[in-house]
């Protein structure tokens, strides 16, 4: 197991290049169980989360071939609708596979996803999707079980905006007879994605990117050919605030400048300099960091997975933030090993109240999470000394060789085993 160390205190400055976007491959991947054949992705990231969803395929009965970015899905001999938990416990993505297999085989058994670190994230607006498009579902010894001869379409009202639910139930009514209708959606630029890619495939779905999204069934998906995943906003995002905290002038090459808007404006406010370059955006730091106010919320708000980022910058912005989590009740765990490193953080109910230090001290830190993992990576960039943080396969999860990244850009990072 590694660890990473970073020796704070340089400035960043040069180009990097965003990789594709974990949470938009993941449900691509879970989309060819809809076809029978090859379907090949490029610009797919070397992700412990992308190569989950690769053993679950597998087990499916899926062919899985990946090498320089390319992916290719095969799902032409699948022969098995069973998802079990010792692969479903690790990545809670993977319950995407039970719309698209209730569509496929008629029936599926996949593992309840179990408890996540942030917080609960139940799976209860998938099946009552499920349900109205007309599967019989049953829970046992922590399975959930569909069974469905033919899926009718029908209208669906989320009671909460849930990206995988409306992925999900994306992903099952495209082979459902008749229309289907999603009230409240997610509008999340890898809901479109998706959208996009089920599209090429042979589905008929308009909507994508507002909160009514509209399905209508079709009798079969042919594979997909040669789909550029889309580059991962939240990468983009963490290097924007890593130029920023380090008062840095980063070129964030093969990004998208339409999917960061919240994030932008934040850093605006803030007093980053930002101006939108041919396929991508450059972010010049300022010698002050002015605190804001930050509320996550779902696109085109503020994004969750940017939260503890924000926090690292708040950390050491002049003057006082408050920090609303509105999304995950459980998204604060990585104050503590801010504090470690002389943040001045209190937690008051689903708020975070920071107020600026000058200086953050490296500090031996332990990741909780994906995202607090670049918290805390940032942070070390910023600090004063030498910041250790373990449990770095939380990062590794979803960043591609971010350490290898910064370091062309200027930031003594390095990894260690434990």
């Known amino acids: 197991m590694d660890k990473i160390i970073v020796e704070g205190g340089n400035r960043l400055e040069g180009e990097v290049t965003v990789s594709g976007a974990k949470n938009a491959v993941l449900p691509l991947m879970a989309a060819c169980i809809l076809t029978e054949g090859r379907n090949t992705f490029m610009n797919v990231p070397d992700l412990a989360d992308v190569r989950t969803m690769a053993k679950l395929l597998k087990i499916l009965g899926a062919e899985i071939y990946y090498e320089n970015g390319e992916l290719s899905v095969d799902t032409t001999h699948l022969n098995n609708w069973i998802a079990p938990y010792e692969l479903v416990k690790t990545m809670r993505a993977s319950v995407l596979v039970l719309g698209p297999l209730t569509a496929r085989f008629g029936c599926s058994r ?43 379409g029908k209208i669906i009202p989320f009671d909460i905006s849930t990206v995988t639910g409306t992925e999900n139930i994306m992903l099952a009514s495209v082979l459902a007879e008749g229309e289907t209708v999603l009230l409240n959606a997610a509008c999340e630029p890898e809901v479109t994605e998706l959208a996009v890619v089920l599209n090429k495939m042979g589905a008929k779905i308009q909507g994508a990117g507002t909160d009514i999204i509209t399905i209508r069934g079709v009798d079969r998906l042919h594979p997909v050919e040669g789909h550029e995943v889309m580059p991962d906003r939240i990468e983009t995002g963490t290097f924007m605030i890593a130029s920023a905290l380090t008062q840095g002038d980063l070129l964030i090459k093969k990004c998208r400048f339409e999917n960061v808007g919240a994030i932008v404006g934040k850093l605006l406010e803030v007093g980053a300099e930002i101006s939108r370059v041919d396929g991508g955006i450059r972010v010049r730091g300022s010698d002050r960091i002015k605190s804001v106010d930050i509320t996550t919320l779902p696109y085109p708000g503020f994004p969750t997975d940017m939260q503890a980022q924000i926090m690292t910058l708040m950390s050491i912005a002049d003057g006082l933030s408050v920090i609303t989590e509105t999304i995950f009740q ?82 003594r990072i390095w990894r260690e085993e434990e």
Not at 114 to 143: F, M, T, V, W
């Open 110 to 152: 996949v593992s309840l996803p179990g408890g996540c670190a942030i917080g609960e994230r139940p799976i209860d607006q998938h099946l009552k999707g499920l349900s109205i498009l007309g599967a019989n579902i049953q829970i046992e010894e922590g399975y959930v079980e569909t069974t469905a001869p033919k899926l009718q």
């Open 330 to 411: 459980q998204r604060f765990m990585h104050t503590g090993e801010l504090r470690r490193m002389g943040a001045d953080v209190k937690l008051v109910g689903n708020s975070a109240v920071v107020r600026g230090v000058p200086y953050l001290s490296g500090a031996p830190t332990m990741a909780s999470d994906l995202r607090a993992s670049a918290s805390l990576v940032l942070a070390g960039l910023a600090a004063q000394g030498k910041t250790q943080i373990s449990r770095v396969y939380h990062l590794d999860r979803g960043y591609e060789r971010l350490d290898k990244k910064l370091e062309t850009v200027g930031a």
